[in-house]
């Protein structure tokens, strides 16, 4: 199985962390895509730490642009493309 997280909320962290923990220890592949406001989260250590385990993590570039401003992104940087991408990868999605 392979579980793809869109984080479009700022306050998802809370969220993301555990569940993305949890597919780690059960060998589970899952992925990030950030987008809206949603990359606000990537200002926190927690998620930065928990994304290394991602099989792919990506933020909306003009999300970034918007929320985070000239900052560089700790993930790869994309576009609603990548997201569609991702989404063709996956078998289950999470909306946060």
Known sequence: MNIL???????????LVPLA??????????????TG???K???RDDVLATVTG???????????ERYMGEKPCPVEIGSQTN?????????KIISL
């Open 21 to 34: 923990r949890a597919c780690d220890r059960n060998a589970v592949a899952w992925s990030c895509f950030f």
């Open 54 to 64: 991602a099989a792919k993590a990506a933020a909306c570039e003009v999300s970034w």
């Open 5 to 15: 997280f869109e984080v479009s909320s700022g306050d998802a962290a809370d969220v």
């Open 41 to 43: 989260t990537l200002a």
């Open 37 to 39: 406001d949603g990359v």
């Open 83 to 91: 997201n569609s991408a991702m989404v063709g990868d996956t078998d």
